[in-house]
């Protein structure tokens, strides 16, 4: 019983670090409750000890609370060493370079599509995917190539509790997969935001082992006589991706 309440603690704790981590600007405590459905007391005494060990900080002039220091060295550690992060990174700056647009390096992680690492073009783009943040693996480009990909239990219960009570999209999705594992990448448009084209090509190790995906993200009126040479060049640098990762 005692290791389970410790449990139970740990999870409620880590739920409030990572709502602060994935929220992309500082968060008021209040707003912390809503996201986690945490009682507004208990994210107040699970800050404490975040605070204390320098995961999470607080503004000294507002109520408003952001990674810490300790946050801060992690993820610059993950950056660093990463394997993943390290092999796709010139691929993802080359095709940047080579588009124009914006590539991002997205990962499956519990039941959600996660931006591991984002380069922008120098040509403006509004979108809500960020280094850190997450969306649910059921829209968009990024979050069916993912989706795909996972084991078919996983796929399975993944869309029955995301599109729960919504049988006619759950088929239309189950339909949508069949062909991304066909023709190995997805494409959306103002999906996730409006007005914003993607496409998604999967990276995998060895064996066939998803890895994670790239996306290119761009307006949908400045690409929309160039798909098929996204898709392409997309498609061909998560391919080289994939080639590297083959023997890890």
Same mark, same amino acid.
């Given at each position: 019983?005692?290791t389970?309440? !410790?449990n =139970?603690?740990s999870?409620?704790?880590?739920q +409030?670090?990572?709502?602060?981590?994935?929220?992309?600007r500082?968060?008021a405590a209040?707003e912390?409750?809503?996201?986690?459905?945490l009682?507004?007391?208990t994210?107040?005494?699970?800050? &404490?000890p975040?605070? #204390?060990?320098?995961?999470?900080?607080?503004h000294?002039?507002?109520a408003?609370?952001?990674p810490?220091? %300790?946050? +801060?060295?992690?993820a610059?550690?993950?950056d660093?060493?990463?394997?993943? &992060?390290?092999q796709a990174?010139?691929?993802?700056?080359?095709?940047?370079?080579?588009?124009g647009e914006?590539?991002?390096?997205l990962? !499956?992680?519990?039941?959600?599509? %996660?931006?591991?690492?984002?380069?922008? =073009?120098?040509q403006s783009?509004r979108?809500?995917f960020a280094?850190g943040?997450?969306?649910?693996?059921?829209?968009?480009?990024?979050?069916?190539a993912?989706?795909s990909?996972?084991?078919?239990?996983?796929?399975? !219960?993944?869309?029955?509790?995301?599109?729960?009570?919504?049988p006619a999209?759950? *088929?239309?999705?189950?339909m949508?997969i069949?062909?991304?594992? #066909?023709q190995?990448y997805?494409?959306?448009?103002? /999906? %996730?935001d409006?007005? &914003?084209?993607? &496409?998604s090509?999967?990276v995998f190790a !060895?064996? /066939?082992?998803l *890895?994670g995906?790239?996306t290119l993200?761009a307006?949908? +009126?400045?690409v929309a006589q160039?798909?098929?040479?996204?898709?392409?060049?997309? +498609?061909?640098?998560a391919?080289?991706?994939?080639n590297?990762?083959q023997?890890?």
């Amino acid at each position: 019983m005692e290791t389970t309440e !410790a449990n =139970s603690v740990s999870e409620r704790v880590l739920q +409030v670090l990572v709502t602060v981590a994935r929220h992309g600007r500082p968060i008021a405590a209040r707003e912390i409750a809503g996201q986690t459905g945490l009682p507004l007391s208990t994210v107040y005494r699970h800050l &404490v000890p975040l605070k #204390k060990w320098g995961l999470v900080q607080e503004h000294a002039h507002e109520a408003l609370y952001e990674p810490g220091p %300790v946050g +801060v060295q992690l993820a610059w550690g993950f950056d660093h060493n990463s394997h993943l &992060v390290l092999q796709a990174r010139e691929e993802i700056e080359a095709l940047v370079q080579r588009t124009g647009e914006t590539v991002g390096l997205l990962v !499956a992680a519990n039941g959600q599509a %996660v931006c591991l690492d984002m380069h922008e =073009s120098e040509q403006s783009l509004r979108c809500s995917f960020a280094k850190g943040r997450a969306h649910p693996l059921v829209h968009g480009a990024s979050a069916k190539a993912l989706l795909s990909f996972l084991p078919q239990a996983t796929r399975d !219960a993944l869309i029955v509790r995301q599109l729960s009570g919504q049988p006619a999209a759950q *088929e239309r999705l189950s339909m949508q997969i069949e062909e991304i594992r #066909k023709q190995r990448y997805a494409v959306s448009e103002s /999906e %996730v935001d409006f007005g &914003v084209w993607g &496409v998604s090509a999967p990276v995998f190790a !060895a064996k /066939e082992r998803l *890895e994670g995906t790239i996306t290119l993200m761009a307006p949908a +009126v400045r690409v929309a006589q160039r798909h098929e040479d996204l898709i392409r060049l997309t +498609v061909a640098a998560a391919e080289r991706i994939s080639n590297r990762l083959q023997y890890f």
